[in-house]
């Protein structure tokens, strides 16, 4: 059974910084492309980034570039996702999905974890 | 990297079909057939329904289906039960070798 745990959300001022992670099992994640998706509270979904496997290429989504950085250890099965300059604006709940093809989509999704960017 | 346009909302009586539509540029919707569509329950994490504009997943009940016309994809639910009652999200690779998804579309099971 596929699992994605993910955790390291909580509540951060804004400029900090924050580092989630996703324990994944059930498949073989070393060849697994993984993806974060974000939900603002009451919102739509957003893409955020994705990571191809076999620690290939990386993608981001233009809010979030140059201030998150998406890697993974495959020797964990744990992808991670380091936010730094936060902002307001990215408040939101971080799905962490395991990707079908190359960078989408996403068939198995994790219960997320809440960030909360606020002073 | 705007988002894919989706009506607000769509509403049906059980047993009937309805369509929501899922509009792109050729960038995106129209440039690729990686066109895929979410459900989510309130509370709920998302669910993959139709891959690749018209693959459904193992699981996912034949009344779902997904279409593509130019910069417009749709999915359809035939038979409508009160369980489909839901916000769908459709998303599209893109030329930019990003991910954009759709605003996402209320559906009511009237």
């Known amino acids: 059974e596929v699992q994605l745990v993910e955790s390291g959300g909580g509540l951060v001022q804004p400029g900090g910084s924050l580092r989630l992670s996703c324990a994944a099992s059930g498949f073989t994640f070393s060849s697994s492309g993984m993806s974060w998706v974000r939900q603002a509270p009451g919102k739509g979904l957003e893409w955020v980034s994705s990571i191809r496997g076999s620690g290939g290429s990386t993608y981001y989504a233009d809010s979030v570039k140059g201030r998150f950085t998406i890697s993974r250890d495959d020797s964990k099965n744990t992808l991670y996702l380091q936010m730094s300059s936060l902002r307001a604006e990215d408040t939101a709940a971080y799905y962490c999905?395991?990707?079908?093809?190359?960078?989408?989509?996403?068939?198995?999704w994790g219960q997320g974890t809440l960030v909360t960017v606020s002073s | 990297q705007s988002a894919l346009t989706q009506p607000a909302s769509v509403s049906g009586s059980p047993g009937q079909s309805i369509t929501i539509s899922c509009t792109g540029t050729s960038s995106d919707v129209g440039g690729y057939n990686y066109v895929s569509w979410y459900q989510q329950h309130p509370g709920k994490v998302p669910k993959l329904m139709i891959s690749?504009?018209?693959k459904r997943p193992s699981g996912v009940s034949n009344r779902f289906s997904g279409s593509k016309s130019g910069n417009t994809a749709s999915l359809t639910i035939s038979g409508l039960q009160a369980d489909d009652e839901a916000d769908y999200y459709c998303a599209s690779y893109t030329s930019s070798s990003t991910v954009v998804f759709g605003g996402g579309t209320r559906l009511t099971v009237l």
């Open positions: 999905a395991k990707v079908v093809g190359g960078i989408d989509p996403f068939d198995y």
């Open positions: 690749d504009v018209s």
